[in-house]
């Protein structure tokens, strides 16, 4: 793997899979961060509608193709966007090794004030599993100590309920929290964030004193080798 001096980094490698944590700080150029930065604030176009506080829904701008198409996504959400990608895909490739990389979604995402991500796991893409597919994201909003809206990750946790459902296969209901957590991330902007898709992880409550503030980033998910024969469907939540 080629050194980065800025790069800080975690990668966790379990028996079951391989699970994957990967960041780097200062990720673009300053130039292109602050072009791509005010291309995500422009996009919400301080409509805070569809935002409710104490709530754990994002409010997302959103591209998706089946044909994998960059130009597409760009076209749609603005160039300033492509020089993410480019480095995004180097990063994957280059550093990390991963096959057959294919774009699915790029998107914009918000959250404000007391609002939280609640834990989950994002789904597979096209005929990857969960463990072939990822996530990669770039905070875009100005970020502090105290602010919360911190990455974590971990175990999911249910109550006795779910447990007992699960065992006898009637259902498999929504985690309710999660615990030994082995990440808590924090949304530094120009830090770019790789997850694959097995991880469960969830947002912390963001706790700005600023009534005004929105968290953001740029995100985008990504295929790589076929290893399902249904095609998978689903981007979830970041």
């Not at 080629?2 to 150029?29: A, E, K, W």
């Not at 480095?87 to 774009?103: A, F, R, T, Y």
């Not at 694959?196 to 706790?207: C, D, F, G, L």
Request: hydrophobic fraction near 30%.
């Amino acid at each position: 793997r080629r050194c980065r001096t800025t790069t800080q980094s975690v990668s966790t490698f379990l028996l079951y899979g391989r699970n994957m944590i990967h960041y780097i700080d200062n990720f673009l150029p300053q130039d292109q961060f602050d072009a791509l930065a005010k291309r995500v604030k422009s996009g919400f176009r301080g409509d805070m509608s569809g935002l409710v506080e104490n709530s754990d829904e994002p409010l997302r701008v959103t591209h998706h193709h089946e044909s994998g198409s960059i130009t597409e996504a760009c076209n749609f959400l603005g160039q300033e966007c492509r020089p993410a990608i480019d480095k995004m895909i180097d990063v994957m490739e280059n550093d990390l090794g991963i096959q057959n990389l294919k774009n699915w979604s790029v998107w914009y995402q918000y959250i404000i004030n007391t609002m939280t991500i609640p834990t989950h796991r994002d789904g597979g893409l096209r005929k990857s599993n969960q463990a072939n597919t990822y996530t990669a994201i770039v905070y875009t909003s100005d970020w502090q100590d105290g602010w919360g809206g911190e990455f974590i990750v971990g175990e999911p946790t249910y109550t006795e309920e779910d447990y007992k459902m699960m065992r006898e296969q009637k259902a498999f209901p929504r985690a309710k929290g999660m615990k030994n957590l082995t990440h808590v991330i924090e949304p530094k902007p120009n830090r770019m964030l790789i997850w694959s898709r097995e991880e469960w992880h969830a947002v912390q409550k963001v706790t700005n004193p600023d009534s005004d503030y929105v968290r953001s980033f740029f995100g985008s998910g990504w295929s790589s080798i076929d290893v399902q024969t249904a095609k998978g469907e689903f981007y979830d939540l970041q």
